[in-house]
């Protein structure tokens, strides 16, 4: 069975940076396919950063250029740096991890942004 555990989200006031954290336990692998989605409040959940098996990242357009996402496999882990935070980006941050097939993902850690 896979488990994830974010850490990491808070308030945080426009302009500011916060890093979370995704730890996953289980049977998985060094280089499984991982990263995080959001959901705002009202929307869909949507991808922010995905890890591919090589280690590249791909970001959603809305956040290029201030997050950046980054692994550790001998941790089993996953990082979002999140920089120059904005209001929009308020939402619950999901971590997932794709594991032979199925997606497992974590229980999700708020962010707001707000001054």
């Known amino acids: 069975q896979v488990q994830l555990v974010e850490s990491g989200g808070g308030l945080v006031q426009p302009g500011g940076s916060l890093r979370l954290s995704c730890t996953a336990s289980?049977?998985?692998?060094?280089?499984?396919?991982m990263g995080w989605y959001r959901q705002a409040p009202g929307k869909e959940r949507e991808l922010v950063a995905a890890i591919t098996e090589t280690s590249s990242t791909n970001y959603a357009d809305s956040v290029k250029g201030r997050f950046t996402s980054s692994r550790d496999g001998a941790k089993n882990s996953v990082y979002l740096q999140m920089n120059s935070l904005k209001p929009e980006d308020t939402a619950v941050y999901y971590c997932y991890l794709n594991h032979l097939g199925g997606l497992y993902w974590g229980k999700g850690t708020l962010v707001t942004v707000s001054s």
């Open positions: 289980g049977s998985v692998f060094r280089i499984n396919p």
